[in-house]
């Protein structure tokens, strides 16, 4: 019996692997993309447990296996040290042109504000994003940082509220909804201690989830949008918060084509941030995308505070000077029709709700 069982974990590893490559919006499709990590190691302890199974079902359980890890090691691998860096590292000097960004979702009903405000004041970034803070979270954030120059609070009890406090100029700071009309997100210029003036993007869209949403369409509809501005205006530009996506998904993929945006993880590691209290179901949730005028000087994951997710800490620089050092990606005409239809869809159905 051992043959016919391996066999059959073997066969749901590949049903989910090939669902993960389905081109549709539905959550249960768009889900299997998260946990590649997790596949592939069921995948080669399945392999590893081939020699129990008679043949022949030791050579279909050991070729099944072996698919399904080499298709999941393909779309995780570049968020590896064994990968090439994709966003070169800082030079020394010029911390003027530098800045710090902390991303924390700070999950709503936690109300463990102590250990955040620790980190933040231990870190001393820039600039705080966080996501999913309501008008109690924004009351225990603002009597930490109320003082700092520039703050923009969207606090919101539907899980999607956003406070960003900057230590650095917000000019001509927006505060949109782009799809749906409860989802918002930032949009600014960052001027740094040099007087350049970035472009900064600050996201959460809505999951696909049985509780959210039966699709990932309104998601993958306002980052197109973004990359999209992005691709045409041209700006330095960086992109943070809580995407509800992964880094290899195929919409955060088509994102940063659209977008020609890099992300400075690849080549350093997955600095997975979800969920922060199940080790072994984490992957990054949490994301900060640069354009190529950037490179980075610090990347990091913080501590657990009580939160589903970690925050996570990056220090990025402006270098415009070394943007020839970096490969940014490039939409061909399929990606960016795909990308024209999903937004055009995404709007027409917010209407239609």
Excluded at 97 to 113: D, E, G, K, Q, Y
Excluded at 143 to 160: K, S, V
């Amino acid at each position: 019996m051992t043959g016919p069982i391996l066999l059959s974990a073997a066969l749901v590893l590949l049903a989910v692997t090939v669902l993960g490559r389905v081109p549709i919006h539905d959550w249960w499709a768009r889900a299997c993309e998260f946990p590649r990590l997790q596949i592939a190691t069921l995948a080669l302890a399945v392999m590893v447990l081939s020699p129990l199974a008679d043949t022949p079902w030791c050579w279909w359980v050991l070729g099944v296996g072996l698919f399904v890890l080499v298709v999941q090691l393909f779309r995780i691998l570049p968020w590896t040290r064994l990968w090439p860096l994709q966003v070169q590292p800082a030079e020394p000097g010029q911390e003027d042109r530098c800045f710090t960004l902390m991303v924390a979702n700070v999950l709503t009903s936690n109300r463990n504000s102590d250990d955040l405000i620790r980190q933040v004041r231990d870190r001393e970034p820039d600039l705080l994003l966080t996501l999913e803070s309501d008008q109690w979270w924004g009351d225990r954030l603002d009597e930490a940082f109320g003082d700092w120059p520039c703050i923009i609070r969207i606090p919101l009890d539907n899980l999607y509220g956003m406070h960003l406090y900057s230590r650095l100029p917000l000019e001509e700071s927006e505060v949109k909804y782009l799809i749906q009309d409860d989802i918002p997100s930032i949009h600014g210029w960052l001027k740094l201690p040099a007087g350049y003036r970035i472009r900064f993007h600050a996201v959460h869209p809505r999951p696909p989830a049985p509780s959210e949403s039966k699709e990932s369409l309104w998601r993958d509809a306002e980052l197109l949008l973004i990359g999209r501005e992005i691709r045409e205006a041209g700006h330095p530009s960086v992109v943070a918060g809580d995407l509800n996506d992964v880094a290899w998904s195929r919409t955060t993929r088509l994102f940063c084509k659209v977008s020609g945006m890099l992300d400075p993880r690849r080549g350093r590691g997955m600095f997975s941030t979800f969920h922060a209290g199940h080790w072994f179901l984490r992957w990054p949730l949490d994301h900060v995308f640069t354009s190529e005028h950037f490179t980075v000087g610090h990347i990091e994951r913080l501590d657990y505070f009580g939160s589903d997710h970690f925050p996570i800490l990056v220090t990025l620089c402006y270098r415009p000077s070394r943007a020839d050092e970096h490969e940014a990606p490039e939409a061909d005409g399929e990606d960016r029709q795909e990308a024209r239809e999903t937004i055009r869809e995404g709007k027409a159905r917010e209407q239609e709700s």
